[in-house]
């Protein structure tokens, strides 16, 4: 597909999605995705859309206030610069404290990945989802997970991850690990996953041009 079609394509695909998909995070990143709808469409060319509407909770503030460790104003202050990492990213169209560190959001975004080239919401050092593109002609769209001892403390915490993924494509799937798929329109594809809990296998799916 030429790239110019390409760019038409996710302009005929501009709609509200709301399909989609629960995330694990690394340990790192601190946001905790939950309560969520997230699709991601992508073509052969690496053309791509996302979409994610649902919440994202920055750990620490959550722990800090549940253990009465700040000040109202201290809450304050961290909540308007959490407020502040979130929205300098152009893709989000909507942020909302919801309380105790937890952000109501909806983000939607396109771009291309191509050649040894990745794209990462939120950012490369806060994954939510990846997007990655091989050298060697793989697609690859995942999630993280996190190790068993970090799933314990975010549970022990009162936080979980839950929601629905999709991913929309009409590359050729080598593997994935959805729990439903279904043939569209224009030789798309849909792979559907449904998490419920923290615990469930992070979604993955990998694609060759």
Not at 10 to 37: N, Q
Not at 76 to 82: C, D, F, H, L, Q
Not at 83 to 108: C, I, N, S, W
Request: net charge positive.
């Amino acid at each position: 597909m030429a790239r110019g079609q390409g760019r038409g394509w996710l302009r005929a695909l501009a709609r509200p999605f709301l399909a989609v998909l629960v995330l694990l995070p690394l340990v790192a990143s601190c946001y905790v995705p939950d309560d969520f709808l997230v699709e991601v469409r992508i073509n052969r060319a690496g053309e791509f859309g996302l979409t994610y509407k649902g919440t994202l909770t920055w750990a620490p503030l959550w722990k800090e206030i549940r253990e009465g460790a700040l000040s109202e104003a201290e809450i304050a202050e961290k909540v308007e610069n959490i407020r502040r990492d979130l929205t300098r990213y152009p893709g989000f169209k909507m942020v909302e404290h919801e309380g105790a560190g937890r952000f109501r959001v909806f983000y939607q975004t396109t771009g291309d990945v191509e050649g040894d080239e990745s794209y990462y919401f939120l950012r490369a050092n806060a994954r939510v989802i990846a997007i990655i593109s091989r050298a060697d002609g793989l697609l690859i769209v995942r999630t993280h997970a996190i190790s068993d001892e970090n799933k314990a403390s975010l549970i022990a915490a009162g936080m979980d991850t839950r929601g629905k993924m999709r991913v929309v494509t009409n590359c050729d799937v080598i593997r994935h690990n959805a729990r439903d798929r279904q043939t569209g329109p224009g030789g798309f594809v849909y792979y559907d996953w449904v998490i419920r809990s923290i615990n469930d296998e992070a979604p993955r799916i990998v694609m060759s041009r």
